[in-house]
């Protein structure tokens, strides 16, 4: 693990997707991180001490989703499908599918296997996984604000985890994707999909792809606002605000009433010609029974707090 410094810092941004903003001081207190993703070498060492079956890997209740054709209702979970050709980026069931059998064991569904993925970020995890694995090891999940500090690594107001070039001097600093999205990945950083964890430069705390590769679950509940449930600090620094409450971060449209967590830095999908999330700033609401292929995890461990 890393040390992460505690401080104030400059958190959200007023440049870029209107949920960052608005760009706000806030505080946390210091902490250590996980230098890299969990990978899948770490998360079959919890699942072999704890029998922990996935979300991804039992069959939903029915009792959740009243209506629904119970010949559908299957272990599975959302993986990455590049169409044939191009497509309106307004519509991501037009490259991602929910694929019967698709699991951590199974990155790409039934068939495929972690061979050669050791290092890499599990995937396919809901936020009961993560939050089960960080229990199991002692640690915790971040909130959106520590996350943020530590993705940060002490540049203030920097676009990138790295500064405000995106390819400094020509070299690819994350594992995100070139060419255009969501048909052809070039791979011209090296990787198309996740990369082994470690593969791209250390952040200024020593934090390894803290944006690109995985997108990664933080604590806090979601809220439509940077500001955290709509409240804003104009006048200090809030220390380590919280997010929405639960019952609010729920998508209105949702007739299921799922609550959401913030999801954090974006992963290797992000490219320039559709949603530019390989930022500390950026942030989106996943909800909390969804297991997808781009989505993974890393813990933090809060010192104890003396008096």
């Not at 396919?124 to 694995?133: K, N, P």
């Not at 997108?215 to 919280?242: F, L, V």
């Not at 290797?268 to 995890?297: I, K, M």
Request: charged share 20%; aromatic share 10%.
């Amino acid at each position: 693990m890393a040390w992460v410094p505690g401080g104030s810092f400059l958190m959200g941004s007023d440049r870029h997707d209107p949920e960052e903003a608005p760009a706000r001081r806030v505080s946390v207190a210091g902490f250590w991180m996980d230098r890299c993703a969990v990978t899948n070498t770490e998360f079959r060492r919890f699942v072999e001490a704890t029998g922990h079956v996935t979300l991804a890997e039992r069959a939903p209740d029915p009792a959740d989703h009243p209506g629904a054709d119970p010949a559908r209702l299957v272990p599975a979970s959302a993986v990455f499908a590049p169409p044939a050709r191009r497509v309106p980026l307004t519509d991501p069931y037009r490259w991602w599918a929910l694929v019967p059998g698709a699991s951590w064991r199974h990155p790409r569904g039934p068939g495929s296997s972690l061979a050669g993925l050791d290092d890499h970020p599990v995937v396919h995890v809901a936020w009961e996984d993560a939050l089960a694995y960080a229990t199991w090891a002692g640690k915790e999940l971040p909130g959106e604000a520590e996350w943020e500090r530590a993705a940060r690594g002490g540049l203030e107001g920097a676009e990138y985890a790295w500064g405000d070039e995106l390819t400094p001097g020509g070299r690819h600093m994350a594992n995100v994707w070139q060419g255009e999205f969501p048909v052809r990945d070039l791979g011209l950083d090296g990787y198309r999909g996740t990369a082994p964890v470690g593969s791209f430069p250390p952040n200024g705390y020593g934090l390894f792809e803290m944006t690109g590769n995985v997108w990664e679950w933080t604590a806090d509940w979601w809220s439509a606002a940077g500001r955290h449930g709509g409240e804003a600090h104009a006048c200090c620094a809030p220390a380590d605000p919280p997010g929405a409450a639960r019952d609010r971060s729920v998508d209105p449209g949702d007739p299921a009433r799922v609550p959401r967590k913030v999801m954090k830095g974006g992963s290797h999908l992000c490219a320039p010609n559709y949603c530019r999330r390989y930022r500390p700033a950026a942030r989106l609401p996943q909800p909390v029974d969804t297991a997808t292929s781009h989505l993974g995890f890393r813990c933090i461990v809060r010192p104890p707090v003396t008096r």
